[in-house]
């Protein structure tokens, strides 16, 4: 019997604290007190895009698809979770791997034509299944999509932004995982300005964050 897929643990969890990005006023009666300087207006205008469709990946592994086929159906679908966007996307594992616990391999998916190597471990059967074997898997580097983070930005300030302004994003870059991306955005909210100041976006294995 074929050992599959039953879960995965993603290792290398990123803190996700949100940070505000507040800026004090200065007193309107205070003596020769000067205005802030503004900051700069961001170039890109990002606005509401469609849900993400509700549909999985294709296409699927066959019935008597190997350990390895399994496992790239799996990466290739976290791959999408990381970019939290629509697009090509293909996996590549050994084709002789093991699915004994302890194994560690490197594996790879290609997202849009940009290319994410992933560290691999096989773990444990699992507790309901001899046939089905857990494992963890962290990508070396992160993916950010304009569509993903809008999709975040219009998530976490759902009803209460008119749209973001961000750096020109480009449709899908590679980025540094966890840590502040060249990218920045101001979420502008309905019936203000633009603030001119931006937070950065960050690439992460479950997609965008903004902090």
Do not use: H
């Not at 159906?73 to 996307?89: F, P």
């Not at 790879?108 to 507790?127: C, H, M, N, P, Y």
């Amino acid at each position: 019997m074929k050992s599959k897929i039953v879960s995965v643990l993603i290792a290398g969890a990123v803190s996700l604290a949100a940070a505000g990005c507040g800026g004090g006023k200065s007193g309107a009666d205070g003596a020769g007190a000067k205005p802030k300087p503004a900051g700069t207006v961001l170039p890109q205008r990002l606005d509401e895009p469609p849900a993400m469709p509700d549909e999985k990946i294709q296409p699927s592994p066959a019935a008597d698809a190997s350990f390895s086929e399994n496992l790239e159906y799996e990466l290739r679908r976290k791959t999408r979770d990381m970019a939290r966007a629509t697009g090509s996307i293909t996996a590549e594992c050994p084709e002789d791997l093991a699915s004994k616990s302890g194994t560690q391999t490197t594996c790879k998916t290609t997202f849009e034509g940009l290319q994410v190597e992933w560290d691999v471990r096989i773990g444990d059967k699992s507790a309901w299944s001899s046939s089905m074997v857990t494992y963890t898997a962290t990508p070396r580097q992160g993916i950010l999509t304009r569509d993903g983070v809008a999709r975040l930005l219009y998530g976490n300030y759902r009803g209460s932004i008119d749209y973001a302004l961000c750096n020109n994003i480009p449709k899908a870059v590679l980025a540094p995982l966890g840590s502040p991306s060249e990218y920045r955005c101001d979420v502008v909210r309905k019936g203000e300005k633009p603030s001119g100041f931006a937070q950065p976006v960050r690439a992460t294995d479950s997609g965008p964050r903004y902090y």
